[in-house]
């Protein structure tokens, strides 16, 4: 059992009581006109997705730390049964090694879906991410690249991950052209993004809040279907003010929009961003300048979070349509915490009490 495991299988007989105890309310997409649809948690999404992955491509493999028995979360559970284990298999705990061996499948022409156990491990393969995998395209003239390359990693709050199973790193990559990087919310978008990913020609990160795994529940349409890159979703419509937030922390702003309707009559339009890079600036501005009040929220801590680069591009294109300053509720500038975790996260109360300061500027 590695260094991850024991922690994930304590997590997997208890995750009832944390989704009991969870800083959220999980609202679920409404149902697609799709005919053919199949209820799924979001871990059973994401095994649809790469199921469907492996069996149209031929070339595709699927592999990570546990991930040839199915994985600590189980979003591989009996994919080597079906395909093998040459094609699903278990890797070395090497984080770097996984990622090298991710970008050479992808370059000899292969499709590579790599797991990182958890987000906050991926730090070893940051160099060959950001370096390599980034870069391959250009840096051969267009010769060379590793477009089919997707990695998937676990992150975010998971009610007692402490400082080494809760981080969410989006911002570290969204500084890096060449990568295109995605949070999901819920399973119908977690296997669109995925099937997305794993057919576009740049590599890709998934960034899949596992806390949502089995707390995230929908009617999933069992065929295939991508889900775009690069398009924010209008979740709630409103008037006064924008609710800007990515995977759990749409949840968290969905409930703080209920909350400011019935509290403070207050009319709030809810913005998923989906994509971290590249993100839809003309969704946000379009947003804000109808409302004129914005709040952008994540898990993530405040000082160079990717709230301040939603901030700043707000303010550079929309700074004679706002009404009030643009304000961020986010993680704090800490390591994240054991016991104190409900304190370090932006939750409800902390984001309708960051309303009430915008609306009363």
């Given at each position: 059992?590695?260094?991850?495991?024991?922690?994930?299988?304590?997590?997997?007989?208890?995750?009832?009581?944390?989704?009991?105890?969870?800083?959220?309310?999980?609202?679920?997409?409404?149902?697609?006109?799709?005919?053919?649809?199949?209820?799924?948690?979001?871990?059973?999404?994401?095994?649809?997705?790469?199921?469907?992955?492996?069996?149209?491509?031929?070339?595709?493999?699927?592999?990570?730390?546990?991930?040839?028995?199915?994985?600590?979360?189980?979003?591989?559970?009996?994919?080597?049964?079906?395909?093998?284990?040459?094609?699903?298999?278990?890797?070395?705990?090497?984080?770097?090694?996984?990622?090298?061996?991710?970008?050479?499948?992808?370059?000899?022409?292969?499709?590579?879906?790599?797991?990182?156990?958890?987000?906050?491990?991926?730090?070893?393969?940051?160099?060959?991410?950001?370096?390599?995998?980034?870069?391959?395209?250009?840096?051969?003239?267009?010769?060379?690249?590793?477009?089919?390359?997707?990695?998937?990693?676990?992150?975010?709050?998971?009610?007692?991950?402490?400082?080494?199973?809760?981080?969410?790193?989006?911002?570290?990559?969204?500084?890096?052209?060449?990568?295109?990087?995605?949070?999901?919310?819920?399973?119908?978008?977690?296997?669109?993004?995925?099937?997305?990913?794993?057919?576009?020609?740049?590599?890709?990160?998934?960034?899949?809040?596992?806390?949502?795994?089995?707390?995230a529940v929908e009617e999933v349409p069992a065929d295939a279907y991508v889900s775009e890159i690069g398009k924010a979703d209008v979740l709630r419509k409103g008037k006064d003010i924008t609710l800007i937030g990515w995977g759990t922390q749409v949840h968290v702003l969905l409930e703080v929009a209920e909350l400011a309707k019935k509290d403070l009559k207050v009319d709030c339009e809810v913005i998923d961003l989906v994509s971290i890079l590249p993100w839809d600036k003309d969704a946000i501005c379009k947003s804000v300048k109808k409302t004129g009040r914005v709040i952008v929220s994540h898990e993530a801590p405040l000082t160079q979070g990717f709230g301040s680069e939603i901030s700043a591009s707000i303010q550079e294109h929309c700074f004679l349509y706002l009404e009030a300053p643009v304000k961020r509720v986010t993680g704090w500038d800490t390591p994240f915490p054991h016991v104190f975790e409900p304190f370090y996260l932006p939750n409800k109360y902390r984001c309708l009490s960051a309303i009430k300061e915008v609306i009363n500027y």
């Amino acid at each position: 059992m590695n260094r991850h495991s024991r922690y994930l299988f304590s997590f997997v007989k208890t995750s009832k009581s944390v989704i009991r105890t969870s800083h959220f309310t999980y609202y679920p997409d409404p149902p697609t006109p799709a005919q053919n649809k199949q209820k799924m948690n979001m871990f059973q999404a994401i095994n649809n997705a790469m199921d469907i992955a492996l069996g149209e491509d031929a070339t595709a493999l699927l592999f990570g730390e546990d991930v040839g028995f199915g994985g600590v979360f189980r979003c591989s559970i009996n994919l080597r049964d079906k395909y093998g284990k040459d094609r699903v298999f278990n890797t070395p705990l090497c984080e770097q090694g996984i990622a090298g061996f991710a970008i050479g499948v992808a370059n000899a022409g292969a499709t590579a879906i790599a797991e990182i156990q958890f987000a906050d491990y991926i730090f070893p393969a940051f160099d060959q991410i950001i370096n390599e995998a980034a870069k391959f395209r250009y840096r051969s003239g267009g010769i060379f690249d590793c477009g089919s390359l997707t990695i998937r990693a676990p992150c975010g709050a998971v009610g007692h991950g402490a400082l080494y199973h809760s981080q969410s790193p989006e911002a570290y990559f969204a500084h890096t052209p060449g990568l295109k990087v995605v949070v999901p919310r819920g399973p119908i978008k977690a296997k669109g993004l995925l099937l997305a990913c794993v057919r576009d020609p740049n590599p890709c990160l998934v960034f899949e809040p596992k806390v949502l795994y089995r707390a995230a529940v929908e009617e999933v349409p069992a065929d295939a279907y991508v889900s775009e890159i690069g398009k924010a979703d209008v979740l709630r419509k409103g008037k006064d003010i924008t609710l800007i937030g990515w995977g759990t922390q749409v949840h968290v702003l969905l409930e703080v929009a209920e909350l400011a309707k019935k509290d403070l009559k207050v009319d709030c339009e809810v913005i998923d961003l989906v994509s971290i890079l590249p993100w839809d600036k003309d969704a946000i501005c379009k947003s804000v300048k109808k409302t004129g009040r914005v709040i952008v929220s994540h898990e993530a801590p405040l000082t160079q979070g990717f709230g301040s680069e939603i901030s700043a591009s707000i303010q550079e294109h929309c700074f004679l349509y706002l009404e009030a300053p643009v304000k961020r509720v986010t993680g704090w500038d800490t390591p994240f915490p054991h016991v104190f975790e409900p304190f370090y996260l932006p939750n409800k109360y902390r984001c309708l009490s960051a309303i009430k300061e915008v609306i009363n500027y």
